[in-house]
């Protein structure tokens, strides 16, 4: 039994995980860097261990002194979250050589999957198509140059190791791969220790479409159905939903029987994510396999009603996966939508900072709120500008878009820019309405007007700018003004 729990991770999946942790009677203990002391997910999970003063790179990215933190707590298990260490091998195998229970797959299927070129022969060799590309033997810009002929343009430079886009880049001609390949290098090298990169077939207007998976140590492995995540910015994420317009049930079933022999064929245990793209001929090829829970987890737990963290900790502790999802008879009711709030210029998509000056989340039935800040948080640029996701749930597609469109309106947020924005013109867009859309809507989306801060915002600012009354003979204290463009706020939003 798992009765101590260090979450190795911080912002809103530090508290989404402690959560799920002390419903099950395990004590959660958060790990945090000296200048993250005072963070949301410290004052939320309350007990907390230090990493010690550094970049992310000296503390939550280090190895050693996240065992230092679970044998000072006295953690019996370690739950990775997503980000960070989620996808290192070398964790994995460091915590279970210690004697601690790794929450996540074994270290061998996140080696063989957490490598693109690696999981797209796996993906081959269980009968899966793949992008057409090379297969990554080419270790020199001559060999890319010569097989880029063969792969046609345009074509995508790619990492083989590392996710989220980094280091991505689309080439439309000859002349443009020689540069492509060396800033895709130099880019892998810095945020994955890794420079390999590859070739691969651009698709025109292809739909990301991923399953969920989820495998025991006794040897069961399942589909837990689809989501559509081809609203993108900079080839990262910004809106999902279940279950995706594009599928029918023949596709469907297709592409779930392929994602869990994927899974399978690497001997998986715990929750992965099997991607896809589809063509506009309705042909799906796997794109990579992500060995870790997924931000956008939560439409899949309330389509299905169930709770995939709560699932992660009893595989890790060695129960077999439940009767009715080894059974197949766990069926998706309604539909669900989840937005991604980020700190960052709706328009360049560049981080922001700032302190938050108010924070009112959207309630009502059917939403769901999954954050990692606060009124009063501090937001800087070492981390993820990811603040919090909205989950919007509703009997149908058309239900959950009104319902996801009227808890935005409700959300009040100052202090710090993000891209609110952008997600109201998506929710608005034609094409994301009709469920008849790419991963380029982003890009199709008209030029934005900023609109009227409501009337709450206004309030809230005015408190926040008042502050207590000071003292009889007190100098006044010196406050940012709310909507100060230093603070990410200006007159008139």
Not at 234 to 257: I, N
Not at 307 to 331: C, F, I, M, N
Not at 382 to 398: G, H, N, S, V
């Amino acid at each position: 039994m798992i009765r101590r729990l260090l979450i190795a991770n911080r912002g809103e999946i530090a508290v989404r995980v402690a959560r799920t942790a002390a419903e099950m009677g395990i004590e959660p203990v958060a790990v945090h860097s000296e200048a993250d002391a005072g963070s949301f997910h410290v004052r939320r999970i309350g007990r907390a261990v230090s990493l010690g003063a550094g970049s992310p790179r000296e503390t939550y990215l280090s190895i050693p002194r996240i065992l230092a933190a679970a044998r000072e707590s006295g953690a019996d298990a370690i739950h990775p979250g997503y980000g960070f260490l989620s996808e290192s091998a070398e964790l994995a195998r460091a915590v279970e050589q210690a004697g601690i229970v790794w929450v996540g797959p074994p270290p061998a299927a996140i080696e063989q999957m957490g490598d693109k070129v690696s999981a797209r022969r796996r993906a081959k060799r269980a009968g899966v198509p793949v992008v057409p590309g090379t297969n990554g033997a080419e270790s020199s810009d001559q060999e890319l140059l010569r097989r880029s002929k063969e792969v046609g343009f345009p074509l995508l430079v790619k990492p083989s190791a590392g996710g989220g886009g980094k280091g991505m880049a689309v080439v439309e001609n000859a002349a443009a791969l020689p540069a492509a390949i060396e800033q895709s290098r130099r880019v892998a090298e810095a945020a994955f220790g890794d420079g390999h990169v590859y070739l691969e077939k651009l698709l025109e207007r292809p739909r990301h479409v991923e399953f969920q998976v989820f495998g025991d140590r006794q040897g069961n492995v399942v589909h837990l159905c689809d989501r559509e995540c081809s609203v993108q910015r900079r080839h990262q994420k910004v809106v999902e939903e279940t279950p995706s317009a594009a599928l029918d049930a023949r596709l469907r079933g297709a592409m779930g029987r392929a994602a869990a022999e994927v899974a399978r064929g690497v001997g998986y245990v715990g929750a992965g994510t099997v991607e896809f793209l589809l063509d506009e001929k309705r042909n799906f090829y796997f794109l990579e396999m992500n060995t870790r829970l997924q931000v956008e987890h939560p439409i899949t737990e309330e389509t299905l009603g169930i709770d995939l963290v709560r699932a992660q900790l009893e595989v890790a502790a060695g129960e077999a996966l439940p009767s009715s999802w080894r059974a197949g008879k766990l069926v998706p009711r309604g539909h669900a939508i989840e937005l991604r709030l980020y700190a960052e210029d709706p328009e360049t998509f560049l981080p922001r900072s700032g302190r938050i000056l108010a924070w009112e989340t959207p309630k009502g039935p059917g939403l769901r709120v999954d954050a990692g800040v606060a009124e009063g948080s501090e937001v800087g640029l070492d981390y993820d500008p990811l603040l919090a996701k909205l989950i919007a749930f509703a009997e149908d597609r058309p239900a959950a878009i009104a319902r996801a469109r009227r808890a935005l309106e409700e959300w009040v947020v100052l202090g710090v820019e993000t891209n609110h924005d952008l997600l109201r013109a998506v929710l608005a867009s034609g094409e994301f309405e009709s469920g008849d859309y790419s991963v380029d809507l982003v890009s199709h989306l008209p030029a934005r007007e900023r609109p009227k801060a409501p009337d709450a915002a206004w309030v809230a600012a005015a408190l926040a700018f008042s502050g207590p009354a000071p003292r009889a003979g007190a100098a006044s204290p010196a406050v940012a003004e709310p909507w100060d463009a230093s603070t990410g706020w200006r007159a008139g939003e």
